[in-house]
């Protein structure tokens, strides 16, 4: 059976870098954000979306990410109602990703919000990215090109960095690329041997 390992870690800390590196060693992973985000072009998932916030958000038949990411980060009612949407269709999705990697000892599955979605429950053992937070919060404003209050308002909707770390089994600190990259081989090397 293969294992599901999950991987995740704030906005900022890495997980893409991570997931790259992974994956550069011939290991699946599955990037959730990756597959919501062709999940949100399909009609059914946008008649869904038009249905509960209204066509405002909705622009050409497609969503308008940027209105409703305005729309629902400032409020956690409505970005669970968007998340009730989508977190079912995206583990549908990755169930049958799944099945096609059957023959794999195990695969990743790495998702910002493994946490907070309840989709942790599903795997096997945990991996959690961590970095100090300024590094974290001036990674973001430089990649997005946006501002400290933006970026502070999206922390606000994760779960905090204790939390995460108090339920996984691997922590990788990513300071530095060389560093963090023997950390993942140290870890690829326990999962190889399942000595987790």
């Not at 999950?6 to 997931?19: D, E, F, N, Q, R």
């Not at 989508?86 to 059957?102: A, C, E, M």
Request: aromatic share 8%; hydrophobic share 35%; proline share 3%.
């Amino acid at each position: 059976m293969t294992k599901v390992i999950g991987l995740t870690g704030g906005i900022g800390s890495g997980k893409t870098l991570v997931a790259n590196y992974i994956r550069s060693k011939g290991i699946p992973v599955y990037i959730a954000d990756e597959e919501a985000k062709k999940i949100m072009e399909t009609q059914e998932v946008v008649q869904l979306v038009e249905t509960a916030f209204g066509d405002s958000v909705i622009s050409d038949k497609k969503i308008d990410r940027t209105k409703l990411a305005q729309l629902v980060f400032n409020s956690p009612e409505k970005l669970q109602k968007l998340n009730t949407i989508i977190h079912p269709i995206v583990k549908q999705n990755f169930d049958i990703w799944l099945k096609n990697h059957q023959n794999f000892p195990f695969v990743i599955k790495e998702a910002a919000i493994l946490f907070e979605s309840g989709s942790y429950k599903y795997c096997d053992s945990i991996i959690t990215i961590t970095a100090p937070f300024e590094t974290r919060l001036q990674r973001v404003i430089d990649r997005d090109k946006t501002d400290r209050e933006s970026v502070l308002s999206r922390m606000k909707n994760q779960w905090s960095e204790e939390q995460k770390i108090a339920k996984s089994h691997f922590v990788i600190h990513n300071i530095s690329v060389e560093d963090t990259k023997n950390q993942v081989d140290n870890i690829l090397n326990l999962l190889k041997n399942q000595q987790y």
